[in-house]
């Protein structure tokens, strides 16, 4: 209903979620979703636009430290969403199908998956940003249904890539997050950073 040719001055904040969507599942060869908003209160509905337009606008700029520090926001979000919302989407068929696109189901590893994104992000940190940057301009320009179609196919690019996470160390994994942030700054990668922390320290930053 919503789909790319579609376009609705002043949008209700449902309608933004669901252009978004569309967006999403219309780039994974799916058809339009019709049970996720409507599990979506208003007020929580305002609240997840107004999240993910500030989520992008600090992706859109933020350094590499930034842009990992991200998924800890997302997760603070996530916690905030009433039980009766996340009941109602408990089991959802149209994400379970979004999800396995992405070769995600109920018995893939999230602190496994949270490693191949912040691996990804660590070595692709340029592109990365660019991206982001990109989504950050579509959103802030209305166009949902573009934002959610592009963000879709950058996720299959992260989650498709062939960076091995699971075989990372936590150490590694900061040893790559400096490197990036160091390079981005002309700098030479340390060595002297990683080495003072122990590996409990290091799996908690992680």
């Not at 959610?148 to 936590?170: E, M, Q, R, W």
Request: proline fraction near 4%; charge should be negative; include cysteine.
């Amino acid at each position: 209903i919503l789909g790319s040719s579609v376009s609705i001055p002043n949008p209700t904040d449902k309608e933004i979620l669901q252009q978004g969507l569309n967006g999403l599942f219309e780039q994974n060869k799916l058809p339009d979703p019709t049970t996720i908003v409507p599990c979506i209160d208003d007020d929580t509905a305002h609240k997840l636009v107004v999240f993910i337009g500030e989520l992008l606008e600090k992706a859109g700029k933020g350094s590499i430290t930034d842009l990992i520090s991200l998924v800890d926001l997302i997760k603070k979000f996530g916690d905030q969403i009433p039980q009766s919302v996340k009941d109602c989407l408990d089991g959802n068929k149209e994400f379970e199908a979004l999800g396995l696109k992405y070769g995600i189901d109920n018995n893939t590893d999230s602190s496994a998956l949270e490693k191949k994104v912040i691996a990804y992000v660590t070595l692709h940190y340029l592109t990365v940003h660019g991206w982001l940057g990109d989504l950050n301009k579509e959103w802030k320009a209305g166009k949902y249904y573009q934002t959610g179609f592009d963000a879709a196919g950058y996720g299959h690019k992260i989650l498709g890539s062939s960076v091995s996470i699971p075989n990372l160390t936590d150490k590694e994994i900061l040893q790559q997050a400096l490197n990036g942030l160091f390079e981005q700054n002309k700098l030479p990668d340390p060595t002297t950073i990683v080495d003072c922390g122990d590996d409990a320290t290091s799996h908690l930053i992680v």
